[in-house]
């Protein structure tokens, strides 16, 4: 059975950024790239956002449930889709690896997937947004992941996870 999921976002470096997901059953840790996916970790913020907000289409994709969200991210050559899907009070995440950019389906795999209660997964996030936040200045966060930190999509994240208790 799975435990209390961890989530584990690394001070960038060199436009790369070190993660990891972990549940005391399943393990998945890869580095990401800052660039193609330019919007992929506000968009991730956005998304969390609106799954702990019970819906709402974060991204502004037409067709986007309002229960179920892909993040596009890479690691080049590798992508990945993040696959979130909230049932009530639990959220699934897959993480899908595809060997290359051209994101062909059929050679999809899934690396990592933890099904849980809601709250723990927007804590672990909340989390190691937290620290990243934290560390933004010491570390040189717009120098080191060649973009600012998301400031905008935190604050509207930590809005909403307060408000959630």
Known sequence: MAERLEVSFNSPQCGWMSIGFSDGVNEFHTTTAHA???????????ILTAIANDGGNPTGS????????????????????????RNGDELTIEIFQYPTDERDSAERELVYSHTGPLRDAINAFAETFDQLYEDRDTDEFEFNWRQPFPDTEFSRFKDVVGARG
């Not at 193609?36 to 956005?46: V, Y």
């Open 62 to 85: 037409e067709g986007v449930s309002s229960k179920e969200y892909v993040l596009q991210w890479n690691r080049d050559p590798e992508e990945f889709d993040f696959h979130f899907v």
């Open 36 to 46: 193609p996916h330019a919007t992929a970790l506000p968009d991730l913020m956005r």
